[in-house]
């Protein structure tokens, strides 16, 4: 049984630019869950998909935008790249979106230049 | 709001010592807490959980114990190994209505031979 998947691995952008980052669930999760980790930094909670639909909001600006498909596959959007938009984004699993069980994703590192 | 205090890192032990590592949260209602471990280049696993006062959550030789009246929820291991070297975050989630989990700054272990 596959673990949640992260594409792609690593990133490099350029200030300004837009990018798309890939998580397909542990199977029979439809609850996923994106973070930020900063370096040294604990993960920060970005938002949350259940349903095809945004459901918790952490403290982000709307320039990060994601989606979720009916496969419960989702895809993280951040538009107009800042120096401070690099670090680890991390995607999450569960089976419901009332437990904090996640199961997390190797992440994407992103950095902008 | 909701937060997580670990004790700073990095720790340092040696091969089959004792390991504590710190956690105090502030939360409203009652949360379930969580350690988790983060190996270098991947994402988070869940360690152990608690989900109610006087609660014990154990893995794999760590464990920790749910103290309400301290607010506190602290890591321990009877005795490290080297391959115990990882980063530790405790975490919350509230019982308020809000799924949304958060995370301590983390904990570096070291473990030498």
Excluded at chain 1, 51 to 68: A, I, V
Excluded at chain 1, 84 to 102: F, I
Aim: include cysteine.
């Amino acid at each position: 049984d596959a673990g949640v998947t992260q594409s792609p691995t690593h990133l490099i952008k350029t200030r300004g630019q837009q990018v798309t980052l890939r998580c397909s669930p542990k199977s029979g999760h439809d609850t996923v869950s994106w973070y930020q980790q900063a370096l040294g930094q604990g993960p920060q909670f970005i938002f949350q998909y259940y349903e095809e639909e945004e459901r918790q909001r952490g403290n982000f600006p709307d320039r990060f935008s994601g989606h979720q498909f009916p496969n419960y596959s989702s895809e993280l959007n951040v538009n107009a790249l800042l120096l401070g938009d690099s670090a680890l984004y991390l995607c999450a699993s569960s089976l419901d979106r009332t437990r904090n069980e996640q199961y997390f994703g190797p992440g994407t590192r992103l950095t902008v230049t | 709001g909701n937060s997580v205090t670990q004790m700073e890192g990095p720790v340092t032990l040696s091969e089959e010592a004792f390991l504590t590592i710190n956690c105090t949260y502030t939360a409203t209602g009652y949360p379930s807490l969580f350690w988790y471990v983060q190996y270098p280049g991947e994402g988070l696993q869940l360690l152990l959980k608690a989900t109610k006062a006087d609660d014990k959550g154990s893995n794999k030789g760590f464990e920790a114990t749910y103290r309400k009246e301290t607010t506190s929820f602290h890591l321990e291991k009877g005795s490290v190994q080297v391959s115990d070297s990882a980063v530790y975050f405790c975490a919350l989630l509230s019982s308020g209505g809000s799924y949304i989990p958060t995370f301590g700054r983390g904990t570096s272990l070291i473990v030498h031979p």
